[in-house]
């Protein structure tokens, strides 16, 4: 399929500022994978305590990006109407580069495996093709309240 522009993101998404970690899709095929950027600035809020003099970007963050464009890609399908589709547990996460000011973090999310409205993904965050971060995480579905 194609790209999702930044203002349907926040059709898709719950999130608001400061929390929305996704600034554009490229692509992506429902119930299977997706791609987006987080462009990271110096105007993040969380550089102002992390850490001062020498800003990195929380790993916390980086899978918060990751879980947000798996939910992009979870909440955007037609037969899922109504439902939001829940963080809840993360595997195998790995940090292995710094991600700074200045860096574009380009995700891409795989869907593993779906079963009795729960989603188990394969995200992967990287920076100029350097690998930062990458986890397992998995999702539930819970109709909006």
Known sequence: MSAIK???ILKILPHRYPML???KVLDYRPNDYIVG???VTFNE???EGHFPGHPVMPGVLELEALAQLAGILLNHSESRQG???YFISVDNARFRRL???GDQLRMEIKVLKI???MYKIHGVATVDGEVACEADLMFANKPED
Do not use: S
């Open 6 to 8: 930044a203002e349907d």
């Open 21 to 23: 970690l996704v600034d």
């Open 37 to 39: 950027y987080k462009n």
């Open 45 to 47: 809020p969380f550089f």
């Open 83 to 85: 439902q939001i589709a």
């Open 99 to 101: 991600v700074c000011p």
């Open 115 to 117: 079963r009795l409205g």
